[in-house]
């Protein structure tokens, strides 16, 4: 089976622009969720995804964003990028309605705004 | 605030010793907990995974330990070899969220051949 996959796997922005980031998640896989990792603040939780709306959210400003199509696939946007948005983005899967079901994250997409 | 620490930063040991990394827990109404393996240029790999109703988990040469009582996790590595040489990190779930984990800073793992 397919792993979590992410696209693109590099970026470079500039300040101010927006970006948007794809994630396909494991086949059969329903919620989908997305992290920041970065060398100051580690892995941060962004938010989650099911059946096409957002389940749950971290502590981010209005700038990051997200949806859910109903193929269960996942794009993240960040507009108005500012240089402290540099980081690794990752998606992961896991099975929905199971609750004690492992998340299964993506290579992720290095995201580098000059 | 929520958070998950660990003890040691860098952990380096011997090819063939065991290894133990550790892990502290704030939030005693966690009740699922998991362990990743990072290695460079690639996303976390899921190791294994114990839920609060357990005290012990084994897997392929890695055991997972639990204790509720001092809110401590670790990850036992038997018989470490090069390929295990990576960043680990422990992360709890709260009860109540599915997709949000809140992840320790990691510990790199160091084997020596």
């Known amino acids: 089976k397919a792993g979590v996959t992410q696209t693109p796997r590099y970026l470079i922005k500039t300040r101010g622009q927006q970006v948007t980031l794809s994630c396909s998640p494991i086949?059969?896989?329903?919620?989908v969720s997305w992290y920041q990792q970065t060398p100051g603040q580690g892995l941060q939780f962004l938010f989650e995804?099911?059946?096409?709306?957002?389940?749950n959210k971290g502590n981010f400003p209005g700038r990051f964003s997200g949806r859910q199509f109903s193929n269960s696939r996942s794009e993240m946007n960040v507009s108005t990028l500012e240089l402290g948005d540099s980081a690794l983005y990752l998606c992961?899967?896991?099975?929905?309605?199971?609750?004690?079901?492992?998340?299964?994250f993506g290579n992720g997409t290095r995201l580098t705004v000059t | 605030g929520e958070s998950v620490g660990l003890h040691l930063p860098t952990l380096s040991v011997q090819e063939g010793d065991n290894s133990i990394i550790n892990c502290a827990y704030s939030?005693?109404?966690?009740?699922?907990f998991i362990w990743y393996k990072q290695e460079s240029g690639k996303g976390p790999q899921f190791i294994i995974d114990?839920?609060?109703?357990?005290d012990k988990r084994q897997g392929q040469r890695v055991t997972v330990l639990l204790n509720k009582t001092v809110k401590h996790l670790s990850l036992q590595i038997a018989a470490t070899q090069p390929g295990d040489s990576a960043v680990y990190f422990c992360?709890?779930?709260?009860?109540?969220?599915?997709?949000?984990?809140?992840f320790g800073q990691g510990t790199t793992l160091q084997v020596k051949p």
């Open positions: 992961a899967s896991s099975l929905a309605g199971n609750y004690n079901s492992p998340l299964h």
């Open positions: 086949s059969g896989h329903r919620s």
């Open positions: 995804y099911f059946s096409e709306t957002q389940r």
């Open positions: 939030n005693s109404a966690s009740d699922y």
């Open positions: 114990i839920r609060s109703n357990m």
């Open positions: 992360a709890e779930r709260g009860a109540g969220n599915t997709g949000k984990l809140i």
